[in-house]
């Protein structure tokens, strides 16, 4: 949604010398991750996780040059899927398959 709507407003404002820019970050190798909730999918993630340092410069690199910006492995990897496999295809898969992920099971016992 973010980079669809990135796209429209860059459309509207770059007559008037505003820059749009969204950044895709991977998952940024920060504390947040130690007290996050235990997902599978994250530490999985983490391995591809982008260092904090390394942020500014490509984010700022980004901005006047491109509406948004993928940063690392992990937000590369993504937008090369979608440019294979439909979005909606996607969609409807995960949500017939999630029921079936550890992560999802460890979360929904937690309800009962």
Avoid: Q
Avoid at 42 to 60: G, Q
């Amino acid at each position: 949604f973010l980079s669809s709507f990135a796209a429209g407003l860059a459309a509207e404002v770059k007559s008037k010398g505003i820059d749009v820019c969204v950044v895709h970050p991977s998952p940024v190798a920060t504390r947040f991750y130690d007290k996050a909730h235990k997902i599978d999918m994250l530490d999985f993630f983490k391995k591809f996780s982008v260092d904090p340092d390394t942020l500014p410069e490509k984010v700022f690199r980004a901005i006047g040059r491109t509406v948004w910006t993928d940063i690392g492995t992990t937000a590369i990897v993504f937008r090369l899927m979608m440019k294979v496999v439909d979005y909606n295809f996607l969609s409807t898969l995960l949500s017939h398959i999630a029921h079936l992920m550890p992560d999802y099971k460890r979360h929904d016992k937690k309800k009962d």
